[in-house]
């Protein structure tokens, strides 16, 4: 079994900042790619950023410039640090971590942005 704990999420006003993290435990052998999704309501689940075992990232359009990805192997950790949040940016954040060509997901945190 595999957990993810994410933290961080909150209440921000227009143009602050927030960092998401999330903490992978369990049966763990090694984790491929690890990434950020969110979910605004009335919306289907989008990808936010995603971040390789070797260090690649991707990004949503919508995020590139505001939002940094990155992880920490030997903890198993990964994070989203996300600037300029506007209020689109609104949802629920899950964390996701793919092992073994198995994908895990984390309970979620909101982010919710203030106008």
């Known amino acids: 079994q595999v957990q993810l704990v994410e933290s961080g999420g909150g209440l921000v006003q227009a143009g602050g900042s927030l960092r998401l993290s999330c903490a992978a435990s369990?049966?763990?052998?090694?984790?491929?790619?690890m990434g950020w999704y969110r979910q605004a309501p009335g919306k289907q689940r989008e990808l936010v950023a995603g971040i390789t075992s070797g260090g690649r990232t991707n990004y949503a359009d919508s995020v590139k410039g505001r939002v940094t990805i990155s992880r920490d192997n030997g903890k198993n950790r990964v994070s989203l640090q996300m600037n300029d949040l506007k209020p689109e940016d609104t949802g629920e954040y899950y964390c996701t971590v793919q092992i073994l060509s198995r994908n895990y997901w984390g309970q979620g945190t909101q982010v919710t942005v203030s106008s």
């Open positions: 369990g049966s763990i052998f090694s984790i491929n790619t």
